[in-house]
């Protein structure tokens, strides 16, 4: 069974994490039973009217069905993607 390495800091973790399979380090983690809080913000959202093509609306849809998401949060996650790329100064993290 394969040991888990050592890293430096938060980011070179998260980023072996990010690209490694961790299926077969599960034997040797240890099981921690402490409680972890997590504090989620509900972050205000308005409902917005948008006119749009039928024929893109029904591609959109059927992406979404591919991916096994509703199609307004994939046309959400296309526009959060197109901001940071375009205005990524105006996103709150």
Same mark, same amino acid.
């Given at each position: 069974?394969?040991?888990?390495?050592?890293?430096?800091?938060?980011?070179?973790?998260?980023?072996w994490?990010?690209?490694h399979d961790?299926s077969?380090?599960?034997e040797?983690?240890?099981?921690?039973?402490?409680?972890?809080?997590?504090?989620r913000?509900?972050?205000?959202?308005? #409902?917005?009217g948008?006119r !749009?093509?039928?024929?893109?609306? /029904?591609?959109?849809? $059927?992406? +979404?069905?591919?991916k096994?998401? #509703?199609?307004?949060?994939? !046309?959400?996650?296309?526009l959060? /993607?197109?901001?940071r $790329?375009? +205005?990524?100064?105006l996103?709150?993290k």
């Open positions: 069974m394969p040991k888990i390495p050592s890293f430096e800091d938060e980011q070179k973790a998260a980023d994490f990010a690209a961790t077969s380090y599960m040797g983690l240890e099981k921690v039973d402490e409680p972890i809080p997590v504090f913000s509900r972050l205000t959202k308005k #409902p917005v948008l !749009i093509r039928s024929d893109y609306l /029904e591609a959109v849809k $059927q992406v +979404a069905e591919s096994g998401i #509703p199609y307004q949060t994939l !046309i959400q996650m296309w959060v /993607e197109k901001l $790329q375009e +205005a990524p100064e996103l709150k």
